[in-house]
């Protein structure tokens, strides 16, 4: 059974940067692709960023030129690097990954202060 495992959450001030990582428990090039995407109190989740198993990226229009997504193929890792943060970037983090299944990880909270 397919495992993605969220980390590198936290508490921040404004301005500043965090990176999130999400380890899958196989090869993350099995996938179609990773997207991370965010869930705020009250609001419905949203799509933050994704890459293809080809290496495409693209981003929100709310967190482009902020937020960096990348991987690591020899950990089966994908992270999302986190600059220039705004108290309105404070949510849970999920990572998904995509073939002809859904699998979701547990989520790691980002909280920015103003």
């Known amino acids: 059974q397919v495992q993605l495992v969220e980390s590198g959450g936290g508490l921040v001030q404004a301005g500043g940067s965090l990176r999130l990582s999400c380890a899958a428990s196989?090869?993350?090039?099995?996938?179609?692709?990773v997207r991370w995407f965010r869930q705020a109190p009250g609001k419905q989740r949203e799509w933050v960023a994704f890459?293809?198993?080809?290496?495409?990226?693209n981003y929100a229009d709310s967190v482009k030129g902020r937020f960096t997504i990348s991987r690591e193929n020899a950990k089966n890792t994908v992270y999302l690097q986190m600059n220039s943060l705004k108290p309105d970037d404070t949510a849970v983090y999920y990572c998904?990954?995509?073939?002809?299944?859904?699998?979701w990880g547990q989520g790691t909270q980002v909280t920015v202060s103003s």
């Open positions: 998904n990954a995509w073939n002809s299944n859904d699998y």
């Open positions: 196989t090869s993350i090039l099995s996938f179609a692709g």
């Open positions: 890459i293809t198993n080809s290496g495409n990226t």
